[in-house]
């Protein structure tokens, strides 16, 4: 079974700042891993996804995220935070059915 | 169309009514799903369909929930005698053959009073 963890409730970061929003998965085979961010009131947006090759994704809005396949984590980085950024971010797994995390709120203070 | 079409954005009805929500996806796509989203929870599948291919209906929690997809686009999510534990966002998302990664509708927020 597939299955996604993501450790911290709400990340709090200021502006300016580096942010990391960990997530961590297990799963049987290759992972395919998604990052989806939420803003409120509105439905969930594609950030980037890991299918194969470079352990480095870059996705919109100037995010990426790592593939640790020793430490089964996948988590979500932006080298400045904007205020713009502060959401509910999901990361996923799964080939055609995601297996989605119970989300982290960042919050980005000016 | 251009993305994910949900319909009602939001609906208020009474405890042990019928409700209906309506997804439109995007023109094109083969793959339908059906999430749920309580309030500080995450996601919940409720069901998948794929092209011609039978449903996968594992995540639906009750027999009071039902779902079509007719034509292979327009989906209807019905959710028979409702209870006030089904209030709860609820995401509709496409993807094409053979993609990873899906477009979600902004959903339909139920409230069950």
């Known amino acids: 079974a597939q299955s996604v963890a993501q450790p911290e409730d709400q990340v709090n970061v200021a502006e300016g700042n580096p942010l990391t929003v960990k997530c961590t998965y297990s799963?049987?085979?290759?992972?395919?891993l998604f990052w989806y961010v939420q803003y409120p009131n509105r439905g969930l947006q594609f950030l980037l996804k890991?299918?194969?090759?470079?352990?480095l994704v870059k996705g919109s809005y100037g995010f990426e995220a790592e593939f640790n396949k020793s430490q089964t984590s996948f988590h979500l980085k932006k080298p400045s935070a904007l205020v713009s950024d502060s959401a509910l971010y999901f990361c996923?797994?799964?080939?055609?059915?995601?297996?989605f995390g119970t989300g982290t709120r960042l919050l980005v203070s000016p | 169309g251009a993305g994910v079409s949900q319909s009602p954005s939001n609906k208020v009805t009474e405890k042990g009514k019928d409700v209906e929500l309506r997804c439109d996806p995007i023109?094109?796509?083969?793959?339908l799903y059906w999430y749920r989203q309580s309030l500080g929870q995450g996601l919940e599948f409720l069901i998948y369909?794929?092209?011609?291919?039978?449903?996968?209906k594992s995540g639906l929690p009750s027999d009071r929930f039902s779902a079509e997809r007719t034509g292979g686009s327009v989906s209807t999510l019905t959710i028979q005698r409702t209870q006030q534990e089904d209030s709860a966002v609820y995401l509709c998302?496409?993807?094409?053959?053979?993609?990873?990664?899906?477009?979600f509708g902004s959903g339909t927020r139920l409230t069950v009073v």
């Open positions: 998302a496409s993807s094409p053959l053979e993609s990873y990664g899906y477009t």
């Open positions: 799963v049987s085979g290759n992972p395919y």
């Open positions: 890991y299918i194969t090759g470079d352990n």
């Open positions: 996923a797994v799964g080939f055609q059915k995601l297996v």
């Open positions: 023109s094109g796509h083969t793959a």
């Open positions: 369909f794929q092209g011609n291919s039978a449903p996968d």
